[in-house]
């Protein structure tokens, strides 16, 4: 038993049976006398609905996983080059392959028992447009081990921004009119600045949700962590119950054997006394007639 196999074990079960699985793993590595085996298998995570999803996808669908990661190497070459047409060909081929595939997984789950919603299906997505934009991301991902859905980060190759959308203007026409001869340079240098301004408060809510979602991913973690080593310590004292219980079958059988062969040799001494007293008696007797 080693860590690999292990590993790919328990990312292949459903989310329900990975615990008990990996419970019985650490118990096993302990018996076997490798705790630091035992340590590493009982840190690895449950992996979450989309990120079971995702692993599963890759196991089941191994040529759709090829495309999607030759996808992604076109995609990043191609914003390297700034090669605009082909870029955005690419970007719409990565969108619907994407969505197919997310859909696909989606199938997958519910086929293996276990169907998921469409918050799963946008996480699986979400996972997806990161192994396009990062390589890191697809290889881990390819793995199909993971115990999270992945996330792009900014500012990588492949992240698509979308600004808010601009507000209309009630001014009266004269203005209106006045703006249409403004001088373009101008118009190009505030449309920029607003842009920018936009840019930075869309980049500051995004940094908001991501300490968000590193706060309560450390609550989950931790919670996970204490649930992980209870059910080590269940394990453990699972072995320990059954150990005793061989141990007490064991003393059983023994006492039982003690019991049966100490009423054998009870027996026999009794047997063996009551000889000895009848022989001893005859002795008496014949001492005690007269002499011929």
Known sequence: MDLESVADELYGLPPGEFVAARGRHVAAAR??????????????RKPTLAAWAGNLLVRSAPDQVD???????????????LAGDRLRELTRQRNALVAELAREARRLAAEAGQPVGDAVQHEV??????VLADPD???????GRLAKPLTTRPGFPGTATTAPAPTSSRRPARKRHLKLVEDPAKARAEEL??????????EREALDQDKALRRDEL??????SRLEEATARVADLTEQLRSAERAESDAREAL????????ATTRATR???????RAAAKVTDLESEPDP
Do not use: M, N, V
């Open 125 to 130: 997505e979400t996972t997806l447009h990161a």
């Open 271 to 277: 047997e063996s006394r009551r000889a000895a007293d």
């Open 67 to 81: 495309a999607l990661q030759r996808l992604g190497e076109g995609l990043r070459a191609a914003q390297d080059r």
């Open 137 to 143: 991301a697809a290889r881990e991902w390819a793995a």
């Open 31 to 44: 018996t076997a006398k490798e705790p630091a085996l035992a340590r590493q298998i009982a840190a690895l």
């Open 256 to 263: 039982t054997h003690a019991r049966r062969t100490l009423t």
């Open 193 to 202: 600045t607003r842009a920018r301004r936009e840019a930075k408060a869309a």
């Open 219 to 224: 609550q989950r973690d931790r919670a996970e």
